[in-house]
């Protein structure tokens, strides 16, 4: 090759270069896009990054056209979800830290719900029982009385049930543990407002969640399906088993079963409401309609009328189906980390629940589940993790080295012309 040649070469070789390395890196930047871009944030925050809108005071919305604001509520804090991909569509003070009552409960759900097989037996004890605070809501477990564990969370999810938490709770080896539990729980799933000192909810110094937490353990506790189950759970017998000490129980959350002059909301999952003289009147309510499931939190209505912590959440999730199509977040729930999956059910600890036979045991199991099964299916969609992926897709590698063959292959034909 001629030298006049060669300058013509070099600047093709950086040239190809330049064109590769801006390729590849300009990928991922365009995947992820610009937490600013969009409307702007209407409320008391400025436009900032996604991560940080929800620090600032006030409702966070992006408007868009053809999209009503978010209903006027008296909540002190709230929080509307896409329980599907993490797209937060509004909240007001999501992070605000406030007492959450039994709502916490769903903390502990997912924190203990995956350690027992179903079907486990237990004999509850006196001990199982000591502790229980003063006004607590109670199932009405009974000593030397034998429960099915899935008895036990039915008194949980239904009933808000404190003996029913404090008998799981010593199952997991005791309160105390089950505290620091929940607690690295919470901090594994980024719960950064959640100071836990009451399994059950129960107002105690120094505790607290907020709007945000309390929506990351419902849209994680939904990805399990006995916990959909549970949430979604309307009435049931307890224990299930019947015999002289078997009653029924209906689930207090007025939103799921059309109760004390609320109307129940069509598609709704669950998943746990909540009320102590301090936290005031809270709730978790997730619902599922034309294939999207949205997750609402209200935290402590102020306006003092009947029942206005479920027709706030009614409204909002109204709002939410409505929007969910063409607005914009304003934050993003971070990738689902979920609880350890279900273990297989474990060999009856005190032997069976009842002597009925095992084929009417099987029969009676399969009527649950067929029973169960609506809930389940609504809350299917929400195991479906859509969150950012860990790293580069497979286009961004296809392209590197598609342009690291491109670059090798040039300057090797250009070697070799320069050595004739």
């Known amino acids: ?44 925050a400025p436009s900032t990054t996604s991560a940080a809108r929800l620090d600032h005071p006030g409702v966070q919305v992006r408007t868009a056209p053809d999209v009503d604001e978010p209903p006027d509520v008296s909540a002190l804090s709230w929080m509307v979800t896409d329980a599907d991909d993490g797209r937060v ?15 916490l409960k769903t903390l502990f759900a997912v924190t203990v719900l995956p350690k027992f097989g179903q079907e486990t037996v237990h004999t509850v004890s006196e001990d199982d ?49 089950t505290l620091e539990d ?44 006995d916990f959909a189950r549970f949430a979604s759970t309307e009435e049931a017998q307890f224990p299930e088993a019947g015999g002289p000490d078997s009653f029924g129980i209906q689930n207090t959350n007025r939103l799921l079963v059309g109760s004390h002059g609320v109307e129940p909301y ?60 063409d607005i914009e977040p304003v934050a993003m729930l971070p990738d689902r980390v979920g609880p350890q999956p279900s273990p297989s059910p474990e060999p009856d600890a005190d032997g069976p629940a009842s ?17 169960d099964r609506a809930a389940v299916l609504r809350a299917a969609s929400v195991g479906r993790d859509a969150g950012t992926p860990d790293g580069p897709g497979p286009g961004v590698w296809w392209l590197t080295a598609a342009g690291a063959v491109l670059v090798s292959g040039f300057t090797v034909v250009v070697w070799r012309r320069r050595q004739d």
């Open 182 to 225: 929940m607690r690295a729980m919470a901090d594994r799933l980024g719960a950064r407002d959640t100071d836990v000192e009451s399994a059950d909810g129960y107002d105690t110094p120094g505790q607290h969640s907020s709007a945000y937490d309390l929506t990351l353990f419902a849209k994680t506790g939904l990805t399990n399906r």
């Open 266 to 325: 069509p598609g709704l999952i669950g998943v746990k409401n909540g009320y102590t003289s301090q936290a005031g009147n809270t709730l978790i309510a997730a619902a599922h309609h034309d294939g999207r499931t949205l997750l609402v939190t209200v935290m402590n209505p102020q306006s003092g009328k009947n029942n206005a912590v479920y027709e706030e959440a009614r409204s909002l999730l109204d709002w939410g189906f409505e929007a969910a199509p």
């Open 355 to 371: 002597h009925e036979p095992a084929d009417d045991r099987a029969d009676r199991a399969a009527h649950r589940r067929a029973t």
């Open 1 to 44: 090759m001629s030298s006049a040649n060669w300058p013509s070469v070099k600047a093709g070789t950086a040239a190809a270069v330049c064109a590769a390395t801006v390729a590849v890196s300009a990928l991922p930047a365009a995947a992820a896009g610009s937490p600013g871009d969009g409307p702007h944030v209407t409320g008391d």
């Open 129 to 177: 029982l000591s502790g229980i605070s003063p006004g607590s809501s109670l199932v009405g477990i009974k000593e030397d009385l034998r429960y099915t564990v899935a008895d036990l969370w039915r008194g949980v999810f239904l009933s808000s049930g404190s003996d029913a938490v404090r008998t799981l709770a010593a199952m997991n080896g005791g309160w105390e543990v």
């Open 89 to 103: 569509l509004a909240a007001k003070d999501a992070h605000r830290e406030l007492p959450p009552a039994s709502t």
